[in-house]
Structures are given as C-alpha cells and as structure tokens.
C-alpha cells in the first residue's frame, strides 16, 4: 500500500505505513533477507528522496505510533480516495 501512495504522491502516508510495517515487522521478528523487507527498504530511499529529513522523520514517528488496525484503516481510505 505505500508504494502506491508513495506512487500516487501521497508521501505522508506512505511514510506512516512504511513506519508501522517497520513496527510490525519488528516485533514478528521479520526475516531482513526476505523479498517483502527488501521492497520496503526501496520504498524508504524513495521517499526519503522526495521528502526532507525532517519530514520524513516527523511523518514516520507518528506511521510508529499506528497500530495495526489504524494503518489498515489508513491505506484502505487512502486507496480509495
């Protein structure tokens, strides 16, 4: 969902997506070899080309804070939007 933000020039919640899958793959002890991780990781460059340090660290702080329900809740009203 947040490549096609990210794609869609929705950065702001593409960061906070990308921030709360970085939380849940953190805490499910996520392979950083698998395909998924590595997808991610190339969206993160992505974006933090578009955006400023700043930005991008004040937009995925608050991506952290999402739990699960609320980041599903947010690419589903994004994507259809």
């Known amino acids: 969902f947040s490549r096609i933000l990210n794609h869609d020039g929705k950065l702001y919640d593409s960061v906070r ?36 340090d700043k930005k991008f660290l004040e937009y995925y702080e608050e991506g952290k804070n999402l739990t699960i329900e ?3 809740f947010l690419a589903v009203r994004q994507l259809g939007s």
């Open 17 to 52: 997506l990308i921030a709360a899958a970085d939380t849940i793959i953190k805490s499910i002890r996520m392979d950083e070899n698998s395909i998924d991780f590595r997808k991610q990781s190339q969206i993160v460059e992505d974006l933090n080309k578009k955006l400023s």
């Open 70 to 72: 609320e980041a599903c």
